[in-house]
């Protein structure tokens, strides 16, 4: 197994897991339940790891994760259905369901 990324929230770590196994990656997250133990142990040591099980997969992985969190950071995009304004990385509108544009 291979650390692929580091998260900085559980949500962040699991939307990565999604968008690997959207392309057939097997990944795990680690320090799920470690942030209660913040103040405890170090900070760094406490934030959600996603690791991809096949070692050979985690340039693919890294290469997806890439592509995802650029995709993460776009702009706002505009709903042609309800005319609602959602984040970059939404595919469908969080107001009506409708399907956004790439």
Do not use: Y
Request: proline share 6%.
């Amino acid at each position: 197994m291979k650390r692929v990324h580091i998260a900085p929230t559980l949500l962040d770590a699991q939307l990565v897991v999604d968008a690997l196994s959207s392309v057939g990656i097997v990944s795990h997250i680690f320090n799920a339940n470690a942030a209660g133990a913040l103040g405890e142990v170090p900070f760094l040591q406490a934030q959600p790891e996603v690791w991809v099980e096949d070692d050979a997969r985690a340039h693919r992985a890294r290469e997806v994760l890439a592509d995802f969190l650029s995709v993460k950071s776009r702009a706002e995009k505009i709903c042609p259905a309800c005319g609602e304004c959602n984040p970059g990385n939404f595919l469908s509108c969080w107001q009506c369901g409708g399907l956004l544009p790439d």
